[in-house]
Nanobody
């Protein structure tokens, strides 16, 4: 089992920044950030492999969001800059123990955090 605890959500005006954190109880091979807005499906935002640090981003956040991790602390981060109202959603971190894909398919992840709300006002 892996426990994931997110923090860092909040409310910000458009153009602002937030940094999300996700503390994991142990190392996992693949970690990702997803978000879900009201009435919409959960969508992948960014993902990273713990071993080599390979990253992937959804086109909607490329150049604005950066995923990173501190393996010594088993902590995942999502730096979000130039936030837009359409980024408003509950953000979840997710973890997968082994190889698998595609990285933005929610069902390949076995472990999920409780979610943290991000609200961007115009």
């Amino acid at each position: 089992q892996v426990q994931l605890v997110e923090s860092g959500g909040g409310s910000v005006q458009a153009g602002g920044s937030l940094r999300l954190s996700c503390a994991a109880s142990r190392y996992t091979y693949l970690m990702g950030w997803f978000r879900q807005a009201p009435g919409k499906e959960r969508e992948g935002v960014a993902a990273i492999t713990s071993s080599g640090g390979r990253t992937s981003y959804d086109d909607s956040v490329k150049g604005r969001f950066t995923i990173s991790q501190d393996n010594a602390k088993n902590t995942l981060y999502l730096q979000m800059n130039s936030l837009k109202p359409e980024d408003t959603a509950i953000y979840y971190c997710a973890a997968r123990s082994g190889f698998g894909g595609p990285w933005f398919l929610p069902r390949i992840y076995s472990y999920w955090g409780q979610g943290t709300q991000v609200t961007v006002s115009s």
